[in-house]
């Protein structure tokens, strides 16, 4: 692990209600967006081009605490992992960045 950043989605967040009615997950592209938002503040300079490869293990639920954590890049870009409570595997992936300028 190179990096990682923590984050809860709140129960009121509005993409949870509908997501589903009594028995409520964060959608997949909530918990894709942190992953972002995660990327960005470790490395604000860089730009991500693409998330060619995408898992998701586990549902994550509001309220949860969960990390997303960062390896080594490598031959297929960035590694990812979505880590939640108890250091359950929710998602695990790739992201695809953009060459650094000279």
Same mark, same amino acid.
């Given at each position: 692990?190179?990096?990682?950043?923590?984050?809860?989605?709140?129960?009121?967040?509005?993409?949870?209600?509908?997501? /589903?009615?009594?028995?409520?997950?964060?959608?997949?592209?909530?918990?894709?967006?942190?992953?972002?938002?995660?990327?960005?503040?470790? $490395?604000?300079?860089?730009?991500?081009?693409?998330?060619?490869?995408?898992?998701?293990?586990?549902?994550? $639920?509001?309220?949860?605490? %969960?990390?997303?954590?960062?390896?080594?890049?490598?031959?297929?870009?960035?590694? /990812?992992? %979505?880590?939640?409570?108890?250091?359950?595997?929710?998602?695990?992936?790739?992201?695809?960045?953009?060459?650094? $300028? %000279?």
């Amino acid at each position: 692990m190179i990096f990682e950043q923590h984050f809860i989605i709140s129960a009121d967040h509005p993409s949870v209600a509908g997501h /589903f009615p009594g028995n409520p997950i964060v959608p997949a592209v909530v918990i894709l967006d942190e992953v972002l938002g995660a990327f960005a503040a470790w $490395r604000p300079d860089a730009r991500v081009l693409g998330m060619p490869a995408v898992k998701f293990l586990a549902p994550l $639920r509001p309220e949860q605490s %969960c990390a997303v954590r960062f390896g080594q890049s490598g031959a297929r870009g960035l590694p /990812f992992d %979505c880590i939640g409570p108890h250091g359950q595997p929710l998602a695990q992936g790739w992201l695809r960045i953009a060459p650094e $300028r %000279c």
